[in-house]
């Protein structure tokens, strides 16, 4: 399993009793862009030089669109450091910390919060049909995927998961997804996020005649 480094530390740690919502102290930095029953999913966008204060987290996996350094100060008072690669991913337990990046480059993530009190059971496939993924992290509650569509990669109408998915565009692309008769989503710009959730039908295919890439977060 990979963890950040930071993650052993905080899931040793109670949260803090005075720590907040991010979204509520913070609006600045994180920013809602799904929230359900399953999961919250925040874009997180960090200014070198600056900070944010003490907040909380759930159980979470996230996902760095770009690289970058940011140091956490825990509610002890220790500080950790982490290296942030862009496209790849890392799961954190629940936790409470202050941040700062101490980077050159901006902090620009993808924090997928899970909401429910468990992790699921739902069994999540290594592999799917038109897709080529390549596994980032696996943790007790997801698997996140980074994932090739092929030129011709089609997920018929009325298709449907017994896990959930959010699906991270890492690239401007022509991507038709429509979820539970929703009208479809045809183009995404890098760090758009869509939701399925497990049961739902859905269909995607590509549209642009060229392989895409995004990532894929599998919720058991």
Known sequence: MKTLRLAVVLSALPV???????????????KVLIDNAAVRVLKVNVAPGAKTPMHAHPDALLVPLGSGKARFTLPDGKTEDALLTKETAAYTPAGTHAGANVGTTKVDLI????KTAAPGTATLPTGRPGLQQ????ESP??????????????????????????????????LSLSVDVKAPVTKWQRGDVQF???????????TGGKPVDFIIVSIR
């Open 141 to 174: 509650r997801a698997v996140a995927f980074k994932t090739t569509a092929a030129p011709d990669f089609h997920e018929a109408a009325g298709s449907t998961h017994e896990y959930d998915q959010v699906v991270i565009a890492l690239g401007p692309s022509d």
């Open 196 to 206: 399925i959730g497990r049961g739902t039908k859905h269909e995607a295919k590509n």
């Open 134 to 137: 390549t596994m980032l992290v």
């Open 111 to 114: 924090l997928v919060e899970f």
């Open 16 to 30: 803090a009793a005075a720590a907040q919502d991010p979204v509520k102290v913070d609006p600045a930095h994180y």
